[in-house]
């Protein structure tokens, strides 16, 4: 994807070179997400929350856009994103309700790269 100045693997090409980039390239809107999901999760412990909702919300405040770039926030991350915040906090798993997705069918090389990525994140002071 070309928006601007910035280019972005094509998720349709490679949906797992779209997610490490989006991780590597802005860790912090998965902070952000996470850091939403945990708020709402506070407020009532045993609920559910909606991924998508939670993008929503991030869209409303960040003016849609990843900060530093052109590349909008859209609903590619989503269910990945569910995914990794049930990954870092399994005590959560039952928050989000989760259907088969493209992340369900990563190779194991692919999966591997993502959660390097991801890993980065976790092991970062960002908590």
Not at 66 to 83: E, H, P, Q, W, Y
Request: contains cysteine; neutral net charge.
């Amino acid at each position: 994807m070309t928006e601007g100045s910035v280019t972005a693997p094509k998720f349709e090409d490679s949906p797992a070179a779209y997610a490490v980039w989006v991780l590597e390239r802005h860790a912090d809107v998965y902070r952000e997400f996470r850091r939403l999901c945990d708020e709402r999760l506070r407020e009532n412990p045993s609920g559910h929350i909606g991924s998508k909702q939670i993008v929503e919300v991030m869209r409303w405040f960040s003016g849609s856009r990843m900060d530093g770039d052109l590349a909008k926030i859209n609903n590619n991350v989503t269910s990945l994103f569910a995914r990794l915040y049930v990954l870092e906090r399994p005590e959560h798993e039952d928050a989000f309700a989760t259907r088969r997705s493209v992340w369900d069918s990563l190779t194991p090389e692919e999966n591997e790269r993502l959660l390097l990525a991801f890993e980065r994140i976790r092991t970062r002071k960002w908590r």
